[in-house]
T-cell receptor, first 112, second 113 residues
Framework: EPEVTQTPSHQVTQMGQEVILRCVPI?????FYWYRQILGQKVEFLVS????????KSEIFDDQFSVERPDGSNFTLKIRSTKLEDSAMYFC??????????FGPGTRLTVT | RKEVEQDPGPFNVPEGATVAFNCTYS??????FFWYRQDCRKEPKLLMS???SGNEDGRFTAQLNRASQYISLLIRDSKLSDSATYLC??????????????FGAGTRLAVHP
């Protein structure tokens, strides 16, 4: 069964550093998403991406965040200058059509 | 009012029990509804979509009441492996359409022998 994959599984970084989280969505899916979950809190939408552009973004997704689909398989989330409050689990998701989305295993980001 | 509201639980039930979870949502324009399950420190996994006519998948039955903006999930014959957090999810209307999912905080289920 096809799966969304994410790397790395855990990333530790210092405040102010840039991080890039990587995702490989399911191959025939056209819609891509990033969500985050702070420990003990609910899953929050960050951004959706379709046809090589952002289709929706939340208030959390400010100028420090960017997404890219650099090639036909990868989908990345970049945080330019990490803050302590960026520490969270970041989930990539994909879907063939808008609707039920399939999530990757997540990257745990720890900012120290 | 929270966009998606759920009873956090926990629901502690014996194996074989029937358990029901409820959820309400605030945006009457929401078009799609889902139940996801999430195990501790894992990703949300799509359990089932929820349709107005109600739908069943094995031991799981989901119902939607659009007039009351209410979604339910019934689990029959609970198994130990059903222990998880169940997330009520609706799609949210934004400038890009209905692409984003809005999650409830989840209801925790613990099934014991």
């Amino acid at each position: 069964e096809p799966e969304v994959t994410q790397t790395p599984s855990h990333q530790v970084t210092q405040m102010g550093q840039e991080v890039i989280l990587r995702c490989v969505p399911i191959s025939n899916h056209l819609y891509f998403y990033w969500y985050r979950q702070i420990l003990g809190q609910k899953v929050e939408f960050l951004v959706s991406f379709y046809n090589n552009e952002i289709s929706e973004k939340s208030e959390i997704f400010d100028d420090q965040f960017s997404v890219e689909r650099p090639d036909g398989s990868n989908f990345t989330l970049k945080i330019r200058s990490t803050k302590l409050e960026d520490s969270a689990m970041y989930f990539c998701a994909s879907s063939r059509i808008p609707g039920g989305q399939y999530f990757g295993p997540g990257t745990r980001l720890t900012v120290t | 009012r929270k966009e998606v509201e759920q009873d956090p639980g926990p629901f502690n039930v014996p194996e074989g029990a029937t358990v029901a979870f409820n959820c309400t949502y605030s945006n009457s324009a929401s078009q799609s509804f889902f139940w996801y399950r999430q195990d501790c420190r894992k990703e949300p996994k799509l359990l089932m979509s929820v349709y107005s006519s109600g739908n069943e998948d094995g031991r799981f039955t989901a119902q939607l009441n659009r007039a009351s903006q209410y979604i339910s999930l019934l689990i029959r014959d609970s198994k130990l492996s059903d222990s998880a957090t169940y997330l009520c999810v609706v799609n949210g209307r934004g400038t890009g359409g209905y692409n984003k999912l809005i999650f409830g905080a989840g209801t925790r289920l613990a099934v014991h022998p």
